[in-house]
């Protein structure tokens, strides 16, 4: 049977061969963990409506032509909440969900964090910026507290590098 694509747009083509449906994303991504220089993490307070809640996220998008997954981590990072950083240290790659998406995300973690303002991509939906100790983030993801399958991987993979730091 052939794959039939269903539907597409800008960033997903949606397919289906042998009854299988599958997503592939056409830009790739990356999402960036952001520390501040006091152990904390700025996270983004965002409502997702395929779930139907508002959820906590760290600053992540899709990348943009010509664009590499640093400078797409860095640029989401100043788009979603005005933020800069020190230093960016790269975590490595993940899937989505290897099931149905071809999606590969890439994860950052930017040391030293600070806004540069109190500014918000509200027209993506994000309603706030949380500042949350990394400890209890960490505490909260291993709880399920926190469920984003990026912020979860991200917290996961910088806890050593953290630790590392805090020596």
Known sequence: MEKKIIYK??????HVQHNILSLKNKKGGAAILPLTKEGE????EIYREPIHMKVLEIPRGFQEKGENPLETAKR?????????CE???????????????DSQI????GKNT???SNRLQIS????RIVKIPFDLAYKMALEGTIKDSFTLVALMRSANIIREWNR
């Open 106 to 109: 890439h994860l950052f973690l």
């Open 87 to 101: 230093q960016i240290v790269p975590l490595g790659s993940m899937y989505t969900d290897s099931g149905i998406s």
């Open 41 to 44: 993490v700025f996270f983004i």
């Open 114 to 116: 600070i806004l540069a």
């Open 124 to 127: 993506e939906g994000i309603t």
């Open 76 to 84: 989401e990072l100043k788009e979603e909440i005005d933020a800069v």
């Open 9 to 14: 747009n800008d960033y997903f083509e949606v």
